[in-house]
């Protein structure tokens, strides 16, 4: 994609960033925060590897590219721990690169450029290290910026505009309402190009490739009906209506540049517009650097806490950097002077948080696990030794291999961390999101086929889940009281409890008439 710019390639600072990035991700290789996102996509990998259909034997409201990457990888270099944390390490090193090459395409200083990747780097890694979709989806978004950027100089230029809508194409099939707004931005900007729509015609042809590869896979299984369901009806009628937070919730030291970046980087673009009397509006760069500035804003909702902004951030970068570079060709050598060293003194806050997080990773022990070292960060366990969880996999560890578990409400990274077979459909089970059919078909699942069953204390907390969730209105409902009740019933042995963890064991032989009692709230 970058082979018609030589200069570009031919930086080394574009391998400089991209080193630096991977060394920022050393730290927290085998870091985990917590159980939940990363565990989805990584879990349910493995079951496809395992021979299970996605949306046929096993739900996700995730549409399918974000699992067959992971599995696929995972095909070629192992299921291991270490395997596909490399892949993480890969995917911030090569958003980094990207951040880099999209800068300097739409504004041209390197230093600037550099600080914008590594600065990204250092505020956004640390807890959220490690195979997400956000990260995949922001690898391919950030992919599609710099084949838009490459394919908006004077020659037609076909190839890049192909590309720039076959990663738009591809980060819709990771993260839907993103790639979504990718693709129709891409369209968008080739839109107010003059004459030529042969580029256009490229990139909408890029954009139709992968989802039309998606959809050929998934009625080759007979799974299309079931995904349009999963990934389309379901996040729609459930999902998306308890996640509304308040921009910048939850912000840190670390990231707080992060959250800063979306509204400065605007008044930064209005400034730019205003100083040139409304000259940079219809600017090709400028145009495409806004057009991607509003898809990271909009992609972040309806979740807008500062880890949703860091996901996101990569994409604000280029308006930022093009409209920084304009402001400062209007001011003196001195103010310019001065302008750098307050950008770089606004970012040490940031970097002293993430210096305290590696820190903090560098003191916790590791944990075998079935998958190899883990590292429990702050989330996994009651104390800074990870007691909780490393007491929990032992515990594991002692039950026979053949056993079935079910995990719950919310720890995918459990069945994949310790290689048990995971017993339900679902992984994850939270009120509001998790309708009362899902409750009643796990249940009966689970007290046919279950051997045991692995509780997580924190996400069945009230407090906790509308510490998460603000919007949710009951924490507690019918269905969830029930579900539960038909889980003591049938696992009666308190084999391992902790304050984090529950490990119970059958205690008796069950029939799913306790299930038919699972009704929601009147």
């Not at 951030?313 to 302008?339: D, E, I, K, Q, S």
């Not at 309708?435 to 051997?451: D, G, N, Y």
């Amino acid at each position: 994609m970058l082979t018609r710019r030589p200069s570009l390639l031919r930086d080394p600072l574009l391998y400089g960033v991209a080193l630096s990035a991977a060394l920022v991700c050393v730290p927290f290789f085998r870091y985990v925060e917590w159980l939940g996102d990363e565990g989805v996509i990584l879990h349910g990998a493995a079951r496809i590897l395992g021979g299970e259909a996605l949306y046929r034997d096993f739900f996700e409201f995730l549409p399918p590219g974000g699992f067959l990457i992971v599995a696929s990888w995972m095909k070629l270099f192992g299921i291991g721990f270490a395997s596909v944390r490399t892949l993480a390490v890969c995917v911030v090193a090569a958003i980094a690169a990207l951040i880099y090459a999209t800068a300097r395409l739409a504004s041209g200083p390197r230093p600037l450029a550099a600080l914008l990747a590594i600065g990204w780097a250092v505020f956004s890694q640390g807890d959220w290290t490690g195979v997400h979709h956000h990260w995949l989806t922001t690898g391919a978004s950030m992919a599609s910026a710099a084949g838009l950027f490459l394919a908006l100089d004077g020659a037609p230029r076909r190839r890049a505009a192909f590309a720039a809508g076959l990663f738009a194409g591809t980060a819709a099939m990771i993260t839907q309402t993103r790639g979504a707004l990718l693709c129709v931005a891409i369209v968008a900007v080739l839109l107010t190009l003059p004459r030529d729509r042969s580029r256009l015609a490229s990139a909408i042809a890029g954009e139709a490739l992968v989802p039309a590869a998606m959809i050929l896979y998934l009625a080759a299984g007979g799974t299309l009906a079931s995904a349009f369901d999963d990934v389309i009806r379901f996040p729609g009628r459930y999902h998306a209506w308890i996640q509304p937070v308040p921009f910048g919730s939850w912000v840190s030291a670390q990231n707080w540049a992060l959250v800063a970046l979306f509204p400065v980087t605007f008044v930064l673009a209005g400034a730019t517009v205003a100083l040139g009397r409304g000259a940079p509006l219809g600017e090709p760069r400028f145009d495409a650097s806004l057009a991607l500035a509003v898809v990271g804003l909009l992609g972040i909702y309806p979740r807008g806490d500062a880890t949703h902004i860091a996901f996101t951030a990569a994409l604000a970068c280029p308006l930022f950097g093009l409209a920084m570079t304009n402001l400062l060709g209007h001011l003196g050598r001195r103010a310019r002077l001065a302008a750098g060293v307050l950008l770089v003194g606004l970012c040490l806050p940031g970097v002293r948080g993430a210096l305290e997080m590696v820190a903090h990773a560098s003191r916790s022990r590791s944990v075998p696990t079935a998958r190899g070292l883990v590292v429990p960060g702050r989330g996994l366990s009651a104390n800074d030794f990870a007691g909780d969880f490393a007491a929990l996999i032992a515990q594991v560890d002692r039950t026979p291999a053949g056993d079935a578990f079910f995990f719950y409400p919310f720890c995918p990274m459990l069945p994949y961390l310790t290689g048990r077979h995971h017993a339900a459909a679902i992984d994850v089970m939270t009120p509001a999101y998790t309708p009362v059919a899902h409750f009643r078909e796990t249940c009966a699942r689970v007290v046919s086929e279950a051997q045991w069953v692995v509780i997580e204390h924190n996400w069945s907390d009230p407090g906790y889940l509308r510490m998460v969730f603000p919007a949710i209105r009951d924490t507690d409902p019918p269905e969830k009281r029930a579900f539960e009740a038909a889980l003591r019933g049938t696992f009666g042995r308190v084999v391992h409890a902790s304050t984090t963890f529950e490990l119970r064991q059958r205690s008796r032989s069950a029939s799913v008439a306790l299930c038919e009692g699972i009704r929601g709230s009147p």
